[in-house]
DNA sequence: CCCGCGTCTGTGAGAATGCTCAGAGGCATG
DNA sequence: CATGCCTCTGAGCATTCTCACAGACGCGGG
């Protein structure tokens, strides 16, 4: 099988050998959040550590020298803004995806996004975080890898960056929650990914609704994608589903 | 009995030379199955302890710093998510396997294995509870050493991740029980395995049938796996059943 | 060679699981 | 303010799986 960009099993830092790992620094007064969220990124090759108070947000900062900082607005010290300015000063090319209420201020955030940086609104699902900042790392770092934001499976193509999705050369047009979900299976093909698995990383992490969901939406996406085709999205009854070429 | 090492026949902990054992510690209240549980864990290559309440756990941890732990949602003194950020803020590395009431999976469980944590539901099977807990480890351990969840016996060849298996190149469709038969069969080559053990691994710990379910079940499996070929399933009659590769 | 016990397998009922439809409510957009 | 799309719930249906029963089969001992 030819080497794919986005590794088998799992793997999906982009390029390992060639690249160190980049390292984020995550920041949550919400210790239990801010530890997930490190895990998560931890395995999806990132080094990651965790800040919960904006002072040691500022100090971890100075002494890992994060390429990127995921960076809570409400902490109970300092103002998210104010941490960011501190961290700036020190180093001024680090990439900040923010998180933020849905209520709060977004006009704050507007001059944010001008200056490169990003934002998602809690509560997010962790695949929205994984991919905002890998879309940060990829446009600020000195990586020009433009075109890394593709996944393949067999005749099935994303572009993460366009969030466009073609089979076989023809566009398919999916909602914002079914384009979440493909993602998450395009990103780990060939391995069977239970439903909890799959509400846990797609849908937001206070979502209090049941794992029927995801069968739901399985079902949408493959009314879209495998219409008639030969099927990529398999279900193994009793597991859970899995994205596989055909053999 | 013979004296039999850790990862007795099958036991795919090819490093035992080179790793130390993996530590784990069990925590359930009810102490004979806390108890079961680590002895199977013990067999199977782990250095295993126990503690009933979570207080004791999180002690215990502290001290043992395990590499998992498996635990009980629903403990006398603590609750479940309770002592695992206790031990969380002590080490945030600890992969847990989660134990909880099939009732309870719906509500409580979205977010939890978010982390890359896994749960299994009451009544589970030994197996489940193994194959999950390496497959914990495998994850979150050494980076990624991905390929390690694959089983062959002659030219069968079984995939965990994929919940795949081949015979000779060959797709072999199984459901879940004969699946997780067929990779406790696997897991203990050239080796008889009494009914009576199968059906303490396979089945659930409460199961009540007879072992006469393994025989039916084993008939599935040959139907399916030996079909014309040259029989990799054997019966020692009276004793048991033996995976064994043609001589 | 025959008998008895252990093993194998066909049949079918009930349960579990997964799929899809229809519709309500919400959010964004014009 | 009205419209339309999106998300999610609930219910019904179809399929598949699990397991019990019971009879057939075959191995091994006498």
Redesign the pocket.
Known sequence: MAQRKFGSAGTHAEDVSTAPKPRVLVVDDEQSLAEVLASVLRRDGWTARTAYTGSDAVREAREFKPDAVVLDMMLPDLDGLEVLSRIRAWDADVSVLFLTARESVEDRIAGITAGGDDYVTKPFSLEEVLARLRGLLRRSGSTREQAAASLTVADLSMDEDAHEVTRAGERI?L????FELLRFLMRNPRRVLS?AQILDRV??YD???????V?????YL??KVDAGREPLIH???????IMRPPS
Not at 215 to 219: A, D, K, Q
Not at 235 to 241: E, N
């Open positions: 047009e909602t914002a929650t079914e439903k849908w937001d979502f209090g609704g049941k794992a029927h969901i069968e739901l939406y399985i079902s493959r009314k279900t193994v009854r009793g597991v859970g589903y």
